[in-house]
């Protein structure tokens, strides 16, 4: 990929930041909660999907007989500034949850360079919560779920533009530290290429995944994500990982700022796309 200076992308950031702070100072104490939507569209973080389920974080009481079918909806936007390679990756998102098992969700990205063709990609996800949270009354019992996603891009080089994705992931809230943390890992099976947008490969790898969050106050989470890069004969993916600051402005806005790392860009041995800035929106109804 082309390594320019953008300047507007650079006021693009100075004012996305600059609105970030502005909401924090805003904050007002109201937990927006997690899961958010993630860059595919499903219930997590910006990778990882987490084991919670998509329109669950608010009162999980149901005023009426529909509320226990339906959960409302949620939506999230993201823009990944990647400077390194000069990429602008814009992805929004949408998902629900039936019967407070089943969460389905919907994700669109795109991924625009200088001088190169815009490439997009759809995902449509499900994913199936086995295990509730403190089952059994039992406080050190995880939720744990299993989920899949069927990703397709139009990217003109991909040997294959479509596949599936499949995953089992484990997500617990501790509560019983001085300030809670939430701890959450999983297991992916993929053929992905730069997660799908470079198409799938004939094979497939079977990857970690995880995430941890503490929440100093309650209308703030500092946290760490990792995703391990999918490796196969002929294609190979740099690991993945964030550092990002999240704040609930109140009980439907969740606010988002990371620094990414997607990899070497230089490197000769595995896909990479540098480093850079990560912006996200998100609103649950």
Known sequence: MKNRNRQTGGRFRRSGVAAIIIGLLLAHGA??????NSLQGNGGVAFNPLAYLAGQNQDTAASNSWDSVLSKPQLGAWYVSLGSVNVDWTAIGAAETFFNRLEVSYGYETVAQDGQNTIHKDNVGAKLLLIPENAGGHAWVPAVSAGTLYKSTDYSAAANDAAFDYYVVATKLITQLPRPVLVSGGVLSTKEQVTGVFGFNDQRDLTLFGNIDILPV???????????????DNFKNADYWDAHVSWFVNKNLTLVAAYVNAGDETSTSKVGLGNGLVLSAQYAF
């Open 31 to 36: 937990l927006a909660g997690v899961p958010l």
């Open 218 to 232: 309650s209308w703030l989470a500092l946290g760490l994500e990792y995703k391990q890069g999918a490796e196969f």
